[in-house]
């Protein structure tokens, strides 16, 4: 029971990408499960160029300039 209008928060504990309940303190912190963190980092890291990599229509572009 609340008393004196006092407000509290309950931290969610489902997983953000897959929704299964999160048993460990730090997962719930993080809200995402060890293997969906995982996962994410690799999309993440997925999706960041390779350094020198050249996209097709980048390369057609310089080409068509010679």
């Known amino acids: 029971m609340i008393d004196n209008g006092e407000i509290f928060v309950l931290r969610a504990r489902i997983c953000k990408r897959c ?3 999160l048993t460990k303190a730090e997962s719930v912190e993080r809200g995402l ?3 969906c963190a995982k996962k994410e980092k ?3 890291t997925e999706k960041t160029p390779i350094p020198g990599q050249v996209d097709v229509y980048e390369w057609l572009k310089s ?3 010679n």
Do not use: K, L, V, Y
Request: charged share 25%; proline share 0%.
């Open 33 to 35: 499960g060890c293997q």
């Open 19 to 21: 929704g299964r309940i």
């Open 42 to 44: 690799a999309a993440e």
């Open 63 to 65: 080409n068509e300039s």
